[in-house]
């Protein structure tokens, strides 16, 4: 595995295009794996970690759009849509459930593979915010700490889970779902509090929070650019 870029995960019921682009990545470096199916993909997800998945839209069973929907929030591997031409919606919907960019069909080889370097040197970036600084309050996850003008608090790793992708996904709105997922807790009260903790670590006045906010209705998000 150390001789190759990434590995990646290529989604098509297409065995014409599954091979071609599993052919062309191989030669470009990257190790692939192949599912026909969003249902197989599941699968294969659930026990390797990979770096980025390749997903088409249209498939039998379950669709692209439906397998983002169920998994983007507990598998938090980018996402690149493959969309017939001319499936604007698609490629909308896709963004919009969690998608990280898309390709319409057909293309050409060569913009899939920069598309992919994007987004994986997009996540190793991302990756490295362990600390981050904004008005008063610096974030240490390496060390569990934050630091409010001279106060410092502990946070456990429930609270760093959570942060650490809001950190990573600064303006998204995470539902109490997401969140629940991430931390493996159903309870919405439960979650309330936890965010209701983490204001009172990084906000000057957590009853009117200026950087961990509640959009109503929707879910929490985190401001900090």
């Not at 595995?1 to 599954?18: K, P």
């Not at 807790?185 to 957590?206: A, F, G, N, Y």
């Amino acid at each position: 595995m150390n001789n190759f870029i990434a590995h990646i995960l290529v989604v098509d019921d297409d065995d014409g295009i599954r091979s071609l682009v599993k052919k062309y990545l191989n030669e470009n470096n990257f190790l692939v794996t192949t599912s026909d199916s969003a249902e197989n993909a599941l699968e294969k997800v659930s026990i390797i970690k990979f770096d980025l998945i390749v997903l088409d839209v249209m498939m039998p069973g379950k669709s692209g759009l439906e397998f983002i929907k169920d998994n983007k929030s507990k598998i938090d591997t980018p996402i690149i849509l493959l969309t017939a031409k001319g499936e604007a919606e698609d490629r909308v919907g896709g963004l919009e459930v969690g998608a990280d960019d898309y390709l319409p069909k057909p293309f050409e080889p060569k913009e899939l593979i920069l598309r992919i370097k994007n987004i994986l040197n997009k996540t190793k970036k991302n990756n490295q915010k362990r600390i981050i600084e904004f008005g008063n309050v610096k974030i240490n996850l390496n060390k569990l700490l934050i630091i409010k003008k001279e106060n410092e608090f502990k946070i456990n790793n429930t609270e760093k889970i959570i942060l650490e992708r809001m950190i990573n996904n600064p303006g998204k709105t995470f539902s109490r779902e997401d969140i629940g997922k991430m931390i493996d807790l159903e309870k919405e009260r439960s979650i309330d509090v936890i965010i209701t903790r983490l204001r009172k670590k990084i906000e000057t006045d957590p009853k009117n929070p200026k950087y961990l906010q509640t959009l109503r209705g929707a879910g929490y998000v985190l401001w900090i650019e």
